[in-house]
């Protein structure tokens, strides 16, 4: 830890759904830009997408910048360690607000399939 | 490690529950209070061990220990839980409305693959 910081907190978490579709739909969502911006946005009715570029491989960067009504800019930027379809995204990223860095993070998105012929479906897990 | 995160209350928080038995003795506490005997009952562990855990969840603040002679019971102390808890909070929800959102996307979108009505869990 450097000794200039103002702080640093290092935290983890765990999260779990269950989703009632295959993990080849959820897959799609978190990879395909037109399905991953229809959700993964900030809040509809205060903020607004100005920048959305995505590269989902090895070594691929995400980047989403958006403005909140009050003009501050939010911004992502992610990059890809793993991906493997229908299976996982491994991916470290930092988030900014108003062009200052806020936080580092390191998430792992796990598509788990549940169940077998009419009940698939697929547990989702983010561990960041 | 830097002056300002000595003393950190939620430093010492999390890293009091980063063990089991601690976890377990917590999860014990919440019933009521108890004698480090009661507490140390369940475990395949010596009562010297398990007072070494307590001690670091006193030192914690997470639990204090009675005055009363003899038995001293064990309490549980909410407020640093509920700081930490406090400070989660954000994250899990920033999540959990993530999740609802990829939901009503998936319901939106997807005909196929649809196994049954309405919400996951």
Request: proline share 5%; glycine share 6%; charged share 30%.
């Amino acid at each position: 830890m450097s000794s200039h910081a103002r702080s640093i907190k290092h935290g983890s978490f765990v999260i779990e759904r269950l989703f009632n579709y295959e993990p080849l739909a959820l897959f799609n969502a978190w990879t395909d830009p037109k399905a991953k911006a229809r959700w993964f946005n900030g809040p509809s009715d205060k903020w607004t997408e100005e920048v959305r570029e995505m590269d989902v491989r090895v070594g691929g960067r995400d980047r989403l910048v958006g403005k909140f009504m009050d003009g501050s800019e939010s911004r992502f930027e992610a990059l890809y360690f793993d991906v493997v379809p229908e299976r996982r995204l491994v991916y470290t990223y930092d988030m900014y607000w108003q062009g200052k860095k806020i936080s580092v993070s390191l998430a792992s998105i796990e598509f788990v399939a549940q169940g077998k012929d009419s009940n698939r479906g697929t547990k989702l897990i983010v561990t960041e | 490690m830097p002056d300002t995160l000595r003393g950190d209350q939620l430093s010492s928080t999390f890293a009091a529950l980063a063990d089991p038995t601690r976890r377990a003795i917590l999860s014990r506490l919440t019933t009521g209070e108890a004698s480090v005997t009661e507490l140390a009952e369940p475990f395949d562990m010596s009562l010297p061990a398990v007072t070494k855990h307590l001690k670091v969840l006193q030192r914690a603040g997470l639990v204090i220990q009675g005055r009363e002679a003899q038995w001293r019971p064990c309490r549980l102390q909410a407020k640093p839980m509920r700081e930490a808890a406090e400070w989660m909070e954000p994250y899990r929800r920033h999540w959990e409305q993530r999740f609802d959102r990829l939901e009503d996307y998936l319901r939106e979108t997807t005909t196929k693959g649809t196994r049954r009505p309405g919400k996951g869990k």
